[in-house]
């Protein structure tokens, strides 16, 4: 008869299952519509894009490639990521563990002793306890696609970090080699400077020239290396932001090659613009985001409904072996009084969601618009540098025509230092063009999501 009861509750069970494995609650993902163009303002559609290179064949210097690697290992936010890449995986394996039973034990011990019985009575009890929740309307389900799309969410944010880190190391790299650069030119003038400086006081020494010579080429020294002294500042500082970033003390950072052999291919494919929404990390997150939210929201909603969970114990007195025990216990428990406040919950979940659709709409707002700048600076940049070329040429033949004039006596030495100075800053000027044209470069490789999914 006993058999026969269970038997029957079994077959209850089964109903119970099959009715509901249909109710479960899972919302498809739509992904936001964005008004996407065909091409960047480039004009050029092509099949590849620059972010499919490999960083470490992006660029050209094994040198600034060897501080990229070491920045990808030992940088500290970066390690920060990594941590959180390992708990989101513990919590994941934490949501998937609510689909399997939950298997307990226990174990007792008793003595007692009455007026009726002289002796001790003694008992040992051990029990073993199955229980399980019924997923009828998917709420475990939901709760498991969520952890699972935060998880992808962190991987991508770890992707995110090593891009923008990439680019961090290179552009930092090339502000120091252009400073390296700047220190060399402002060193060479000085030299030259000092040259004439020996004629001029030469001269003065003789009675040729008044002190008004002699004290307007001190000035113009004296302006030179005070641009060093901060040039050597301003390199220090590069030097120690490098080594912040690669997770060290201070230190000195190796060079490679000079600022004007750091050179990218002039052919530089962007791919479509359709091309962010598959590889930008930072799109990705947040489209991951919003998988998230939308399993959140599913789990929400099943708390509108019952939930059913079922338990089985079974258990033996380990003092008289011949004494078991067992049970199957089905409980139902469901919302009656706080429907309100489910409701509002769920609310609360789709204005979340809300949200972050404007935020995947805005990520990818903001890659397009870091892609557009980055192809007019480049485009412009190229340009600039072309024109600083030709104005350096010019200062040079200035520089040495107006000392040829100085000396010959139809001109004043002023004017011979005025044209120094606009030679010296044409030289610093090329240099700093060339430096943002680098970096241009660099800063269209991270909008375009290049090298994130690569391993090194």
């Known amino acids: 008869m006993k058999r026969k009861r269970y038997s029957l509750l079994y077959l209850f069970i089964l109903v119970l299952i099959f009715s509901f494995s249909s109710c479960k609650i899972k919302k498809a993902y739509v992904a936001p519509e964005i008004e996407t163009p065909t091409t960047f303002s480039s004009k050029d559609i092509d099949s590849l894009s620059l972010a499919d290179t490999e960083w470490w064949a992006f660029f050209n210097d094994s040198t600034l490639t060897s501080l990229i690697a070491e920045g990808l290992n030992s940088n500290l936010p970066l390690q920060n990521i990594v941590i959180g890449i390992k708990q989101s995986q513990l919590q994941l394996q934490i949501a998937k563990a609510q689909l399997l039973p939950a298997v307990n034990y226990g174990l007792s011990a008793e003595t007692s002793k009455t007026s009726l019985l002289p002796d001790y009575q003694n008992s040992v009890t051990a029990v073993g306890q199955v229980s399980y929740t019924l997923d009828v309307w998917g709420r475990i389900a939901n709760q498991n696609e969520a952890a699972l799309q935060a998880y992808l969410a962190t991987e991508m944010a770890a992707f995110e970090v090593k891009a923008t880190l990439v680019a961090q190391i290179a552009e930092l790299y090339f502000t120091l080699r252009d400073i390296d650069n700047k220190i060399f030119i402002s060193e060479e003038m000085e030299s030259s400077m000092l040259k004439y400086k020996n004629i001029i006081d030469a001269r003065f020494d003789g009675g040729f020239i008044s002190k008004v010579d002699v004290n307007q080429i001190h000035i113009s020294l004296k302006d030179i290396q005070v641009t060093m002294q901060a040039l050597y500042r301003a390199r220090k500082q590069i ?96 919302p009656l009084f706080n429907n309100n406040r489910i409701n509002n919950t769920i609310t609360v979940e789709e204005e979340q969601f809300k949200r972050l659709v404007l935020d995947y709409k805005q990520a990818y707002l903001s890659a397009f618009q870091e892609v557009e700048d980055a192809l007019i600076s480049i485009e412009t940049y190229k340009k600039e540098v072309e024109i600083r070329k030709s104005q350096l040429e010019l200062a040079n033949e200035a520089y040495n025509l107006a000392w040829v004039r100085y000396n010959e006596g139809t001109t004043s030495f002023l004017e011979f230092l005025n044209v120094q100075t606009a030679l010296f800053g044409a030289q610093l000027s090329a240099s700093e063009s060339y430096k943002s044209q680098l970096q241009s470069v660099v800063k269209l490789y991270l909008a375009l999501g290049g090298g994130w999914n690569q391993q090194n």
Do not use: C
Request: net charge positive; glycine share 10%; hydrophobic share 40%.
């Open 239 to 334: 030097e120690n932001g490098i080594s912040t970033v690669l997770g060290s003390l201070p230190k000195s950072i190796p060079r490679g090659k000079p600022l004007q052999d750091q050179v990218f291919s002039s052919q530089l494919p962007t791919g479509v613009p359709a091309g962010l929404l598959r590889r930008r990390p930072s799109i990705l997150r947040s489209e991951l985001a919003l998988k998230a939210q939308l399993a959140k929201l599913g789990a929400t909603e099943a708390f509108r409904y019952p939930n059913f969970e079922f338990n089985f114990n079974i258990g033996a007195q380990l003092l008289n072996p011949s004494a078991t025990f067992g049970n199957l216990l089905g409980n139902m428990f469901g």
